[in-house]
């Protein structure tokens, strides 16, 4: 389970949201969110501090009271994460989001930022003590419990920790009662899933995701896990068995398709000399499976186990053929490309974050700028529906955005910028992935010549 704590901010509540909102801490503004307030330090504030003042009727930029007491402004909450419990930036993220829905609702003026930059993964949560209809939170010891209660039921869901037993003794459940009448187990089963997907998916993350739509439940990090429904434990994936850790679940996906027929490129004249070390070594590994002096890796379990139904054979064979497909002539050509393709992908998602940080803060602005048309249009409002108005009136003023014609040219600004990010995101897949065939290949060959491949 993670850790909640509270901290209650009486005073310079922008410089929170500046700490907070910092660039350097959430991989440049990649790991932030909003809700009823723009998520830019600035602009945050001012809706925060306008919601504050309506309904407290005090200053949010003044100091303590005449009586001594310093009014709580915003409650700052951080929810950290173990380094044991190998949680992934973008899953805290979701956690921190789902908190706030379960624990705040809707109505809640929040910023949320998920922080990278230590060994611990870690959100700050920072919510105007009013909501945007005048709800006020509290930080006491009843508050954080509760808080703290609905951080762990939040986790629980994305399976931080197992739940605990239930009392009593039920019964199991018909798969598990079923595993053990046909005498199988918990790991013959997950294998098997993987085994099915590992042809349809693009990359592990995938494989992940799929596994999770079909009820398993992963944990994620350093030593990724999985565990099936009904299962007690968590089990690695290194411990399934050699042929599913990360690093050869990633192979598997990779050259799952073969490239192209490998046959064609062995029988070109003059091979190179990397493309002659594949040729040998395939040839010799046909030998030994006829043979039967290799132990059986089959591609595909239901066929025949021959040469061309090795799982060896078969990535060999498909990187072979992109050594020919590239031309690559030698293991420093390979590296050299490597390099390029490191610098492509990596340039690509140093412009990716900026981009997604201002496609979400436009995402930010069009829906106040809607909210506030709509409610300029209509008649009678409620008190909360005036200060609504009066919170999104302050984003189209501070926005510049005079007419629906402005809205619009908005909305036409972040239409190119989601189709600049299409084309970031294209680059840098096509890259990264190009990167990691060179990158097995590399690995493959230097096996091959220090004689464990």
């Given at each position: 389970?993670?850790?909640?704590?509270?901290?209650?901010?009486?005073?310079?509540?922008?410089k929170?949201?500046?700490?907070?909102?910092?660039?350097?801490?959430?991989?440049?503004?990649?790991y932030?969110?909003?809700?009823?307030?723009?998520?830019?330090?600035?602009?945050?504030?001012?809706?925060?501090?306008?919601?504050?003042?309506?309904?407290?009727?005090?200053?949010?930029?003044?100091?303590?009271?005449?009586s001594?007491?310093?009014?709580?402004?915003?409650?700052?909450?951080?929810?950290?994460?173990?380094?044991?419990e190998?949680?992934?930036?973008?899953?805290?993220?979701?956690?921190?989001?789902?908190?706030?829905?379960?624990?705040?609702?809707?109505?809640?003026?929040?910023?949320?930022?998920t922080?990278?930059?230590?060994?611990?993964?870690?959100?700050?949560?920072?919510?105007?003590?009013?909501?945007?209809?005048?709800?006020?939170?509290?930080?006491?010891?009843?508050?954080r419990?509760?808080?703290?209660?609905?951080?762990d039921?939040?986790?629980?869901?994305?399976?931080i920790?197992?739940?605990?037993?239930?009392?009593?003794?039920?019964?199991?459940?018909?798969?598990?009662?079923?595993?053990?009448?046909?005498?199988?187990?918990w790991?013959?089963?997950?294998?098997?899933?993987?085994?099915?997907?590992?042809?349809?998916?693009?990359?592990?993350?995938?494989?992940?995701?799929?596994?999770?739509?079909?009820?398993?439940?992963?944990?994620?990090?350093?030593?990724?896990?999985?565990?099936?429904?009904?299962?007690?434990?968590?089990?690695?994936?290194?411990?399934?068995?050699?042929?599913?850790?990360?690093?050869?679940?990633?192979s598997r996906?990779?050259?799952?398709?073969?490239?192209?027929?490998?046959?064609?490129s062995?029988?070109?004249?003059?091979?190179?000399?990397?493309?002659?070390?594949?040729?040998?070594?395939?040839?010799?590994?046909?030998?030994?499976?006829?043979?039967?002096?290799?132990?059986?890796?089959p591609?595909?379990?239901?066929?025949?186990?021959?040469?061309?139904?090795?799982?060896?054979?078969?990535?060999?064979?498909?990187?072979?053929?992109?050594?020919?497909?590239?031309?690559?002539?030698s293991?420093?050509?390979?590296?050299?490309?490597m390099?390029?393709?490191?610098?492509?992908?990596?340039?690509?998602?140093?412009?990716?974050?900026?981009?997604?940080?201002?496609?979400?803060?436009?995402?930010?602005?069009?829906?106040?700028?809607?909210?506030?048309?709509?409610?300029?249009?209509?008649?009678d409002?409620?008190?909360?529906?005036?200060?609504?108005?009066?919170?999104?009136?302050?984003?189209?003023?501070?926005?510049?955005?005079?007419?629906?014609?402005d809205?619009?040219?908005?909305?036409?600004e972040?239409?190119?910028?989601?189709?600049?990010?299409?084309?970031?995101?294209?680059?840098f897949?096509?890259?990264?992935?190009?990167?990691?065939?060179?990158?097995?290949?590399?690995?493959?060959?230097h096996?091959?010549?220090?004689?464990?491949?």
């Amino acid at each position: 389970m993670p850790i909640l704590k509270s901290i209650a901010v009486h005073s310079s509540v922008n410089k929170c949201l500046r700490y907070v909102l910092n660039p350097d801490k959430t991989e440049d503004l990649l790991y932030t969110s909003a809700l009823n307030c723009l998520c830019d330090s600035d602009e945050a504030y001012l809706d925060m501090k306008m919601i504050y003042e309506n309904y407290s009727g005090k200053s949010y930029e003044g100091g303590a009271l005449k009586s001594g007491k310093n009014p709580v402004k915003a409650i700052h909450y951080i929810q950290s994460f173990s380094p044991d419990e190998n949680i992934t930036p973008e899953t805290a993220h979701k956690i921190a989001k789902a908190f706030v829905k379960k624990t705040f609702g809707d109505d809640v003026q929040v910023i949320i930022a998920t922080h990278c930059d230590k060994a611990h993964v870690h959100s700050h949560i920072v919510i105007n003590s009013y909501s945007v209809t005048g709800r006020k939170y509290y930080d006491n010891w009843n508050s954080r419990e509760h808080a703290r209660e609905y951080s762990d039921r939040v986790c629980q869901v994305y399976g931080i920790q197992p739940l605990k037993r239930q009392k009593g003794g039920k019964g199991v459940k018909y798969n598990e009662w079923e595993h053990r009448r046909k005498g199988t187990s918990w790991k013959q089963q997950i294998c098997a899933e993987i085994d099915s997907l590992i042809g349809v998916v693009a990359d592990i993350n995938e494989l992940y995701a799929e596994l999770e739509k079909r009820g398993y439940t992963i944990k994620h990090g350093n030593a990724p896990a999985i565990k099936a429904e009904g299962q007690q434990r968590f089990v690695r994936f290194k411990t399934l068995g050699g042929e599913y850790t990360e690093d050869r679940l990633r192979s598997r996906i990779l050259w799952k398709d073969g490239l192209g027929n490998a046959a064609l490129s062995t029988s070109a004249d003059n091979p190179s000399a990397i493309q002659q070390l594949y040729i040998s070594t395939i040839d010799r590994l046909h030998i030994l499976i006829t043979e039967g002096k290799k132990i059986p890796r089959p591609l595909n379990a239901v066929l025949p186990y021959l040469p061309d139904n090795d799982r060896d054979v078969h990535i060999l064979s498909a990187q072979l053929s992109v050594i020919s497909r590239n031309a690559i002539g030698s293991v420093e050509e390979l590296e050299h490309k490597m390099e390029h393709l490191k610098e492509d992908y990596e340039g690509a998602i140093k412009q990716i974050n900026p981009v997604t940080a201002e496609i979400s803060r436009l995402e930010g602005v069009i829906e106040q700028s809607e909210k506030n048309f709509s409610l300029s249009d209509k008649g009678d409002l409620s008190e909360a529906e005036k200060v609504m108005l009066n919170l999104c009136g302050q984003t189209v003023k501070g926005n510049g955005i005079a007419s629906r014609a402005d809205l619009d040219q908005l909305k036409k600004e972040k239409s190119e910028l989601d189709a600049r990010l299409t084309e970031l995101k294209h680059t840098f897949e096509a890259s990264k992935k190009q990167f990691e065939m060179y990158r097995e290949i590399a690995n493959t060959y230097h096996d091959i010549c220090e004689g464990r491949g």
